[in-house]
């Protein structure tokens, strides 16, 4: 009888109205819920004429009522007709009375930047809070004005490699403190217009390519810094930042003929988000060389993901973490950065005029799967997809990198799913 009415139509009768609901009272909630949300709308819809239909239609109410679920009037001032109270709605109404507003706000400040970033900007607003308590006013709430002096403070030091991020860090962490910023005429974006104008280029790191590994792993020498430059091309192929590839676990790495898939979790998403890539085997690539290597190290290395994550799975065994360096202390000291001699010091040995920092650091590996990636001709969108970027604005500055020096790096398309061929323009022949 409940299949039955599926089907429900005008010319229902008195006695099957009765008979229908009488059976309906007797059924189990989660069986009968449906056909009872059927009937109501079929009544709504097909109100009855005479008196024998509307006594049963108010039975019919009656039994909605049984079932914790009459109807409200429906519409935006109240809930709409046939549906219940969700156990997700429950919960939220008991959110509501149990937290205030000023505990909600703050949570939801603190999803305004991701925890790394926090620390970045605590610390580079340092010298402005102790300028704000040198003049003995508090530095949030910030105002316009002192924005502003602190910008011309920035500008006649004539050295601050970006004070247009000094004045951003300073405009978020008003914000994170629960301050709102009182700008009605927009001057904000006027004072970064104007750091930002005649201003150097920020000194962001290079990328990484297939040429730069090829230097790389020529200078391997000894079995750690084989498995520092293998950790370092697998953040290549992944476009992964080294927290997150330092947080690999070997169990999250499935190799098969031919592929290989890697699982991590977002570090932007607190753990509690999952991303993964497929990749098959690269071929007509020529190997990376290894001239010295030590022993138990292959003198050859395959510029392919599947070749890579193979490797680093079998050298982590029965270790729960892939990657062999799981601090960044430890692989920065590994790769040789910051003026230490290296496997990725030698890169820097030429460091143009006028730069301060390093052209080549850790970050560079994802810099250079990006930039390989959109020079082999892959869609910009699938690309901020695979690094994970929530604005369009990297994709583009990296675009514009290949773009205005397109030697930086080699055309390859390393992500090579032959379902997602699509991805590649037409144009562009692999590498």
Request: net charge positive.
């Amino acid at each position: 009888m409940v299949q039955g009415l599926a089907g429900l139509e005008g010319s229902f009768s008195v006695d099957e109205w009765s008979k229908v609901t009488g059976y309906l009272a007797g059924l189990p909630e989660h069986t009968s819920s449906g056909a009872v949300g059927r009937m109501q709308m079929w009544a709504l819809v097909n109100p009855p004429a005479d008196p024998s239909g509307v006594q049963l239609f108010g039975r019919l109410q009656h039994l909605l009522r049984a079932r914790g679920s009459e109807p409200s009037p429906g519409g935006p001032e109240g809930r709409p007709a046939g549906k219940r109270e969700t156990t997700r709605q429950r919960a939220l109404k008991r959110t509501l009375e149990k937290s205030s507003e000023e505990e909600a706000r703050a949570h939801m400040r603190s999803r305004y930047t991701t925890e790394g970033t926090k620390r970045t900007y605590s610390s580079n607003t340092v010298v402005y809070r102790e300028w704000c308590e040198g003049k003995g006013v508090p530095p949030y709430p910030t105002t316009v004005r002192r924005l502003e002096t602190f910008a011309g403070y920035l500008l006649l030091m004539d050295g601050y490699k970006a004070p247009s991020g000094m004045i951003s860090a300073i405009v978020s962490e008003n914000a994170r403190a629960g301050w709102v910023l009182d700008d009605p005429a927009g001057d904000v974006g006027r004072i970064l217009k104007g750091l930002k104008r005649e201003s150097p280029d920020p000194e962001s790191g290079e990328p990484l390519g297939l040429a730069q590994f090829r230097v790389i792993f020529g200078r391997v020498r000894t079995v750690g810094a084989y498995r520092a430059a293998l950790q370092l091309l697998g953040e290549h192929f992944t476009l992964l930042r080294t927290s997150s590839m330092q947080s690999v676990r070997t169990d999250q790495v499935h190799v098969s003929e031919g592929k290989v898939k890697v699982e991590w979790g977002v570090s932007k998403a607190r753990g509690r988000c999952s991303r993964h890539l497929t990749f098959e085997r690269v071929e007509l690539v020529p190997p990376l060389c290894l001239p010295e290597a030590p022993d138990g190290v292959p003198r050859e290395v395959r510029y392919c993901p599947v070749a890579v994550f193979t490797q680093l799975k079998g050298m982590a065994g029965d270790k729960a973490l892939l990657c062999p360096y799981v601090t960044y202390p430890s692989f920065r000291e590994a790769l040789g950065g910051a003026g230490k001699p290296g496997i990725l010091s030698c890169l820097n040995e030429s460091r143009p005029a006028g730069r301060s920092r390093a052209a080549f650091v850790t970050h560079s590996a994802r810099i250079g799967g990006c930039c390989t990636l959109l020079k082999a001709g892959m869609d910009p969108m699938q690309v901020k997809k695979m690094g994970d970027w929530s604005a369009d604005s990297m994709v583009t500055y990296y675009g514009d990198k290949v773009l205005r020096d397109p030697d930086c790096v080699e055309a390859v398309r390393f992500y090579n799913p032959v379902s997602l061929a699509h991805m590649y323009t037409a144009r562009v022949r692999a590498g």
